[in-house]
């Protein structure tokens, strides 16, 4: 489970809080779509659990655990059970598919036969086994995010962050990414996505948290996009 209590956030160069008196519980294995406009704290809710950031007020917990006062070497544990999809890919350019996704597991130093076992397995779960030796310029955005979903599971995390990860597609890849992240939560993992696509949206119909102005609108589990 992860909960926000009463979370505040500031930035210097803003008068205004990023988030402000935020409360949220995501509980596990559900799929919540997080939208609100650019600037509505979409992203500052991400950086928290993640860690990236810490709150000025109030406090983020990861299984009762505040993530913030966690030490170093529990913090590098607590993220290797978040994976991390962005809307830009970020794949290493000289290295081909499957070694984009093995080098997160060769990171979490596991060992090459279960390397050879897993890679595989996420390869097929995004429909790319057959990609598997091409580099990223010789895929189309929509392979390219694939291979990023792939390298963000392969590590079989209890958290899937997904920021934006149709902005750069067209529709038909757009669906075919939303279908894989929902297979993916139907296998067990968390997923959290930011979207501004109301059809992305309203196609996973499950639970939706709208923001504006750092705080939380609407928690709406009937899959409506409003803003």
Do not use: C, W
């Amino acid at each position: 489970m992860i909960l926000f209590e009463d979370v505040t956030k500031f930035y210097p160069a803003s008068e205004e809080p990023a988030l402000h008196g935020v409360n949220l519980v995501i509980e596990p294995n559900e799929f919540v779509s997080i939208v609100g406009h650019s600037g509505a704290g979409k992203s500052t809710l991400l950086k928290l659990i993640l860690a990236e950031s810490a709150p000025d007020e109030g406090a983020v917990y990861f299984e009762s655990k505040n993530i913030h006062d966690l030490p170093k070497r529990d913090l590098n544990i607590l993220r290797r059970r978040m994976g991390t999809v962005f809307q830009d890919f970020r794949l290493l350019s000289t290295k081909t598919v499957y070694e984009n996704i093995a080098f997160a597991l060769e990171v979490a130093g596991v060992d090459n036969d279960t390397i050879e076992s897993d890679v595989p397995y996420v390869l097929d779960l995004v429909d790319l086994k057959d990609k598997a030796d091409a580099f990223p310029h010789e895929l189309s955005g929509g392979q390219q995010q694939r291979v990023a979903i792939a390298r963000a599971i392969v590590n079989q995390p209890d958290v899937l962050i997904a920021d934006e990860p149709t902005g750069n597609l067209d529709p038909i890849n757009t669906y075919e990414i939303v279908q894989i992240l929902k297979k993916i939560n139907e296998l067990g993992t968390t997923v959290i996505l930011t979207t501004h696509n109301k059809g992305v949206v309203e196609h996973i119909g499950g639970r939706v948290v709208t923001m504006d102005s750092g705080k939380i609108i609407r928690d709406d589990k009937s899959g409506k996009y409003i803003l």
